[in-house]
């Protein structure tokens, strides 16, 4: 039996929380914090060895879940991974905690055409 908690929370518990650091590397950083600066660091080249430097414990992942939504989980992950995040803050011994930031898509039952948000406009022939 695992000792390990698991917790779900909001990105903006995360920023305040964590605390991401800016991607200082690249000044088109994807991810914005409430500042609007870019928070992501890309999975190669001198931002991924920049991230590779860091304390584990603020180290995060951002990446597509199983269910197709957009996720940042604590740790260093290369399944399914967009980029990474450093925070100020380390992540807890013994815990796994997870961000949905995008949701999954709608599947269109009767032609199986992803849906990304409700104000898509779908038709498919039945």
């Not at 000044?27 to 992501?40: H, K, P, T, V, W």
């Not at 803050?89 to 992803?114: A, F, H, L, W």
Request: glycine share 8%; charged share 30%; hydrophobic share 30%.
């Amino acid at each position: 039996m695992s000792n390990s908690t698991f917790i779900e929370q909001t990105f903006e518990f995360w920023l305040e929380e964590f605390k991401p650091i800016k991607n200082h590397l690249d000044d088109n950083a994807s991810f914005e914090d409430e500042d609007g600066n870019g928070i992501m660091f890309e999975t190669y080249g001198d931002e991924v060895a920049f991230v590779k430097k860091q304390d584990p414990r603020c180290v995060w992942t951002y990446g597509n879940g199983d269910d197709g939504g957009g996720y940042i989980w604590n740790g260093w992950h290369v399944v399914n991974r967009i980029g990474y995040f450093i925070t100020e803050v380390p992540c807890p011994e013994n815990t796994t905690i997870q961000i949905q930031v995008d949701e999954s898509p709608e599947e269109c039952d009767n032609c199986g055409v992803y849906i990304y948000n409700e104000e898509d406009d779908h038709e498919c022939e039945e």
